[in-house]
C-alpha cells in the first residue's frame, strides 16, 4: 500500500517538476527561437504595412517590443551599482523614463542597420544561473551583408522576454551602462533621468515629423 501511495504521489506531482524544469529559456531552446521568429514576423509586418504613416508604424513597433522586452531588468542592467543608490521617488522617474528610452533604442537599432527579415541559426546558454539562453540570428538588411545579432532571452512563468541585445560587437547594456555611469559621473542621477526624458521628447517629435513630412 506505502509503495502504491508512493507511486500516485509521484505520478502527480512529475508534470509539476517537468514543467519547472522547462520554466527557463536554456531548457527550452525551441520556444525561445519561436519567440524570436514571431518577433521578426510582427515587425516586418508593421513595416511593410502600407496603411501606416511613419508614426503609426513607430507606435505599433513599440508596442510589440514593449510587449517583448523585460524593460525592468534591462533598465536595472544599464544602470549598473547606481541603481541601489536611487531614492523611491528617483526610482520611479528612471523608469518611467527607461520604458521610452529603451524602445527608441531598438527602434533606433533596427533602423539604423535597415531590418528586413531574421533568420535563426543557433542558440547558445548565457553565462550565469538564470537559465538565460542566446537566439543567434542573421538580420538580412535591404542593402549589404546579413548582420550578426544575438538575442538574450529568458523564460519566466512560462513567458519569454528579451533582456538584452548584442549586435555588430555591440552590447546594448553594458554600452548604454557606460554612456549612464559616464553622465552620473558628470550631472548625477538627477542630470541622467532628466537627460533620459529629453531623449525621449526628441525620439517623440522625430517620429512625429516623419508621419508629417
Not at 532571452?153 to 555611469?181: A, C, P
Amino acid at each position: 500500500m506505502k509503495k502504491l501511495i508512493a507511486a500516485c504521489v509521484l505520478f502527480l506531482f512529475a508534470p509539476l517538476n517537468i514543467v519547472a524544469a522547462q520554466d527557463k529559456a536554456v531548457d527550452d531552446p525551441k520556444g525561445a527561437i519561436e519567440f524570436i521568429e514571431r518577433l521578426s514576423s510582427e515587425t516586418v509586418a508593421v513595416w511593410s504595412d502600407a496603411k501606416m504613416n511613419e508614426m503609426e508604424r513607430d507606435t505599433a513597433f513599440k508596442a510589440i517590443f514593449a510587449e517583448a522586452t523585460d524593460i525592468n531588468l534591462l533598465a536595472r542592467g544599464m544602470l549598473g551599482r547606481h541603481y541601489r543608490s536611487l531614492t523611491s521617488d528617483q526610482r520611479t522617474q528612471y523608469m518611467a523614463a527607461m520604458r521610452d528610452y529603451i524602445l527608441a533604442e531598438f527602434d533606433s537599432n533596427m533602423s539604423e542597420i535597415g531590418f528586413k527579415n531574421l533568420d535563426v541559426v543557433g542558440t547558445k546558454p548565457a553565462s550565469g544561473k538564470r537559465g538565460h539562453l542566446y537566439v543567434r540570428t542573421e538580420i538580412l538588411r535591404d542593402e549589404g551583408a546579413a548582420i550578426l545579432a544575438n538575442w538574450r532571452v529568458r523564460k519566466k512563468n512560462g513567458q519569454f522576454h528579451i533582456v538584452n541585445l548584442e549586435f555588430e560587437g555591440i552590447n546594448l547594456m553594458i554600452t548604454n551602462r557606460d554612456v549612464f555611469s559616464s553622465k552620473i559621473k558628470r550631472d548625477g542621477i538627477d542630470g541622467l533621468i532628466a537627460w533620459l526624458y529629453r531623449r525621449a521628447a526628441e525620439a517623440a517629435a522625430e517620429a512625429e515629423a516623419a508621419s508629417t513630412s
